[in-house]
């Protein structure tokens, strides 16, 4: 089994649209004014956005967007005007993570884990 994609409620589909465009990621489907589908810069994974009356607000739910150049790509958006609620800080973890809201209040997560993004030192034995 593979994840294929995770789709975000959004309740301004233009202006959410640009955003992840602006982002970096490539609009693969693109049917307004309620559905968009990206594909993320690196690898082979893609998420989509759909419209909805009233997006839930503190859904605990965070999207995970791992990113090899973590702090120049943050730079860059911060240079583009993108406004983040955490920098890059390392966790304790053993993520180093940066994050940031979507226009419709979605959070997201910008990190870098390497290794220990599936091999934590706590891993699981098989």
Request: charged share 25%.
């Amino acid at each position: 089994m593979n994840l294929n994609q995770v789709t975000l409620p959004v309740n301004d589909f233009d202006r959410s649209v640009t955003f992840y465009h602006d982002m970096g990621f490539s609009l693969i489907v693109h049917s307004p004014p309620r559905y968009a589908r990206f594909e993320c810069p690196e690898g082979d994974s893609t998420f989509s956005i759909h419209t909805v009356e009233q997006v839930t607000d503190n859904t605990g739910v965070v999207v995970y967007f791992e990113c090899f150049d973590l702090d120049a790509r943050v730079r860059r958006l911060l240079d583009a005007g993108f406004e983040f609620t955490q920098l890059p800080m390392d966790e304790r973890w053993l993520w180093r993570e940066a994050r940031l809201t979507d226009p419709s209040g979605n959070v997201l997560c910008l990190f870098w884990a390497g290794n220990n993004r599936k091999n934590p030192p706590w891993r699981v034995a098989a």
